[in-house]
């Protein structure tokens, strides 16, 4: 078992490597907590993993300077692998939201979170998943941005927000997250969603004026039209 979580992890090595530093010992000690502690957090992992320390551990997860978009793409590609190819394969998109204390984490405002089922003060990301019959694996996500975020230049900058992140639905993000997985590659049939995305008539339209088949849960006082209703303004 320890033998191929190495090989496992060795797949990822390269992605930990900048022009200055390394982390993959870092890395792999991360990982480790991760498949062994019950509470994901650092303080238990470092109970569990020999040789490590919070300091390096904290470092690793919050300022350290590899990119998560090649390790999170080639966690996707892994999983198309395994998943990938049949009629079966979908690509799951929905929300959750993290609850929040405070107001300097990125993106965190008073907003609906679905994990406590009301608005609160809380983070939320689009997440997308790709799954076959039982199976599922996390294969992407973004971070959505309220407007008093990014209308806010200098709040975006003192939490690390780039320069040139502008202000995005929850729908425009999800989109971004298909376009994406389609220039990997990704072998998926169909796309699913849920009623808050089902109810926005411009993302179904471009899902399907781009070819992609789609099933999505619409509110049960949505109205659709099986036939053009054209409609026009009146006259006076």
């Known amino acids: ?71 999170m793409d080639q966690v996707a590609l892994d999983s198309d692998r395994h998943l990938g190819g049949t009629l079966a394969t979908g690509l799951i998109l929905d929300e959750t939201g993290i609850p929040k204390k405070g107001k300097k984490s990125v993106g965190v405002a008073r907003q609906w979170c679905g994990r406590l089922g009301k608005v609160d003060n809380c983070q939320v990301g689009v997440f997308a998943s790709l799954v076959n019959g039982p199976s599922a694996s996390l294969i992407d996500a973004r971070l959505y941005l309220p407007e008093e975020w990014t209308n806010d230049r200098k709040r975006c900058e003192r939490a690390g927000v780039p320069a040139d992140v502008v202000f995005k639905t929850k729908s425009q993000l999800a989109l971004d997250i298909v376009h994406h997985a389609r220039s990997l590659g990704l072998r998926f049939s169909w796309v699913g969603v849920d009623g808050g995305y089902g109810k926005d008539p411009l993302f179904l339209k471009t899902l399907d004026d781009e070819g992609e088949q789609f099933v999505a849960d619409v509110h049960k006082d949505q109205i659709i039209y099986l036939e053009d209703p054209e409609p026009i303004i009146p006259q006076r």
Not at 53 to 63: C, G, V
């Open 1 to 71: 078992m320890a033998d191929t979580f190495c090989v496992f992890h060795q797949r990822y090595q390269r992605l930990f490597v900048t022009k200055t530093r390394s982390v993959i010992e870092q890395s792999l000690h991360y990982l480790s907590g991760l498949m062994q502690a019950v509470c994901k957090n650092i303080e238990r992992m470092i109970e569990v993993v020999p040789e490590t320390e919070y300091q390096a551990l904290h470092h690793f997860a919050s300022i350290s300077p590899w990119d998560h978009r090649p390790v």
